[in-house]
């Protein structure tokens, strides 16, 4: 809280500490609320409550942003060379390329930030207030500090506030914490200074109501809540390039490089020679022209944006351009269990009671009640569950120490609470229990609601006495029992008996089960000690959260595309282990506990072949992608929590879960899954590898072509011939050969066994796996040159002869293009696969006609050609792509 605020009269944020209605008063508010004067005073002192970004990236931002790449940075080098020239022309159509290249990749970059403003408007929360007395609805911006807060089942949680009064309140805070159970609230003040998990009443903006009411005074809005802290944090954090912006910027720079220093040296050189100064200069520039592949930023542009829309399709909304590509380099994904691998759709599947396992099994898996039918079976036979006493026994607390309930909506009946209650309750019911009777004849009395440092709750119901009803975690459980209800009697429960129940519950939660204990006891006193200890054990009930279906298909497929997948959870050990393993995740693992006694070092060795990462926290999450990346991977971390979030920022790739997942998550992220589907991961990362090949064959492409033209006109210099090429017509070539074609190549279907191969080595150049091809091309293409120079000497019209080369060029790109798409031959793939790739040559073949037979001609210094000059170029032409073909074929025979 900001210091010397007028509205608050204790400086703290320890808020749990004090008691309700000294908060209230701290705040100058009371239980009627504020008034809607003193409300207009504080949205102005205060601030909307909002996430605010610390780093807007506007329009303009964006715009100029598509500039910052040593690659443009060449071309605007050459466009300034023309202006020192006054090659007007030239300049035009250098700078025309650099502005088509930013507007493609501002449109993309723009486009996708709005969609996820878009995004977060279907997302957008109302809060009910009492103001003046009455209660009403407003946008959750309008909410101050020193409202009155209400909220029920259903509701999510749009400010921090301290709990007056409640009634069955459990919140889900997994969203914040971490935690996979929801939160039993109370509104006691809590005297020590404990953990936000633990701060039971307090409610926190970003959380959802899962059961019961309640009301609170608001504390903290905007930037101030813990939602706001975390966001605050990830925007100090700075996202890493990914894999094609780094592969990217080296290849320009050392082609920058290269281009740069030649120019220099024969600029040396013709100073030296004291040669004429505009033709040293516009050696110079014809280099640089020549040495660029001036169409390679629109080509990588638009073939990422195409990609975008692709993965549009299969519900992967992607917000920046190269997390496209670089979603296929990914080598290891770091996965949330809860709600991302899992279904979060709990059912109980088997109970444990009088020292014998019973199975649960449900036919039909709906809300309305009506629908569902279960069935118990023992010893794999089909029972009835009332002949089972002891059954019975566990079924009928696992309804009374409940508080999910019954709604009704349009004739339809649902269970409406916590989804772990929700199916204790549904399983009881399918055994022939009655909620609404059962807790008529079984008044409340008193209820202690869960915590995570108590990890149980109870609630003591009257009936001919009051008895306390007790579930909870296991080990706690068990520890307070001194009885087992055993043969419809109550036995002294040993301690070797407890080590016995102990193995029991181990092996329920080997099979994937998050397992609860139950328990019960007659009290004469409401007090918690009573209730809570001395207990009679009667069982367990192991909850099944499934796995999503499409997960273990999906993890297969990354396994064979050499990718890791690691799951982290806030889970115990033994659970996450038993999910993993039902869907073929295997490997080591490593608990919270035993990370955070780990050193960098030592983790590093063991992370590798860890699998599991088990009762981590958000702190440890970070450490582990920090790690992974330190150790060369490039890495995936999905989410949807706000404890995501850093995680998510570090990572190379950070997705988020579009449905579920916090707006700070979603703002952090690079991919959004709309469906929060784990399986739309696996299509976008053969999307990625798809693009990745794309690009690279289409930069092979243009690299080929442009060391042809280089060489063409080195050669020419050195034995000091006219040049054989003007600066404007190495643009026409480079600008009809390299984007036209070369866009058609980002189509190119994906191989088939594209996801059998492991992830590229980012540490490779952008073009190592390419160098082979490339030899042969430029073999190919030097002999073709031979043939185009001893041309050019015995032409005595150097227009014509110049017109000759640049059809030529062109020609052979057209030929070479159908080669290059594919590292399979053209009979393997079929010549009209990829149509508009053909589509694209027969209009880049048009538009040079165009060019050369109308009066257009003149202004890239063309002439007509003549018959004879197109039965000199096709065959030159022609014998790239046969030669190229020739050379794929026996490559493959070899492998």
Known sequence: MKKGVEFIQVETEQWHTFNSSDVIKAFKSSEKGIIEEEVKKRLEHYGLNELKKIKKVSPVKIFFSQFASFFVYILIFAAILTIILSEWIDFYVIIAVILINASLGFFQQYKAEKGIEKLRKIFQQTAKVIRNGSMIKIDHTEVVPGDILYFEAGDKIVVDSRIISCENLQVSEAVLTGESMPSHKIPETIKDSVALADRINMVYAGTTVATGYGKAVVVATGMHTEFGKIAMNIQEIVAPPTPLQKKLELFTKKLGIVILGACLLFLIIGFAFKLDQIEILLT???????????????????????????????????????????????????????????????????????????????????????????????????????????????????????????????????????????????????????????????????????????????IIREKDGMTSYVKGSPEIVLERCNKELRMGREVLLSSQRKKDLQKKYELMAASALRVLAFAYKKVKKTDIDEAENSLVFVGFQGIFDSPRPEVKDAIRICKEAGIQVKMLTGDNAITAKAVAEMIDLHGDIITGHELKLMNDSKLAEKIERTTIFARIDP?????????????????????????????????????????????????????????????????????????????????????????????????????????????????????????????????????????????RNVKQGLLRDRLPVLTAILIFSTLILILIFVHFLYVTDITRARTVIVTTLIMLQMFLVLGFRSSRTLWEIGLFSNKPLIYSVIVAIGIHLILVYTSLNKLFNLVPLTLYDWIFIIPISLSGLVGFEVYKHIKRRKK
């Open 284 to 458: 110079a520039i014809t280099l640089a022209v020549a040495a660029v592949p001036e169409g390679l930023p629109i080509v990588i542009t638009i073939s990422l944006a195409l990609t975008v829309q692709r993965m549009l399709k299969v519900n992967t909304l992607i917000r920046k351009l190269p997390a496209a590509e670089g979603l296929g380099a990914v080598t290891v994904i770091c996965s949330d269990k809860t709600g991302t691998i899992t279904a979060e759709e709990m059912q109980v599947t088997k109970i444990f009671c009088n020292n014998t396992f019973f199975d649960v099994k449900a036919r039909e898996i709906k809300d309305g009640i009506e629908k569902i039918e279960y069935e118990f079976f023992k010893d794999k036979k089909i029972i009835e569950p009332v002949e089972e006493k002891e059954l019975m026994k566990i079924l009928t607390i696992g309804i009374l120490c409940n508080n999910a309930r019954f709604e009704k909506k349009d004739d339809t009946e649902y269970v409406l609470g916590d989804p772990t209650e929700k199916a204790l309750l549904l399983s009881a019911m399918g055994a022939g229990l009655n909620k609404a009777a059962m807790t008529h004849e079984n008044k409340r009395v008193k209820e202690f609601s869960f915590t995570s440092k108590r990890k149980m709750m109870s």
């Open 619 to 759: 702190e440890d999450k970070l450490r582990i992608v920090t790690l992974l990346r330190k150790k060369g991977e490039i890495v995936a971390v999905t989410g949807d929590g706000v404890n995501d979030a850093p995680a998510l920022k570090q990572a190379d790739i950070g997705i988020a879960m579009g449905i579920r997942g916090a707006d700070v998550t979603r703002d952090v992220a690079e991919i959004i899954l709309l469906d929060d589907n784990f399986s739309s991961i696996e299509k976008s990362i053969e999307e990625g590898r798809r693009i990745e090949d794309n690009i690279k064959n289409a930069i092979s492409f243009m690299v080929s072509l442009n060391f042809v033209e280089l060489l063409v006109i080195s050669v020419s210099l050195i034995i000091g011939l006219p040049l054989p090429l003007l600066p404007l017509q190495i643009l026409l070539v480079n600008i009809i050969t390299d984007s036209i074609p070369s866009l058609a190549i980002g189509v190119e279907k994906a191989d088939k066994d594209i996801m059998k191969s492991k992830p």
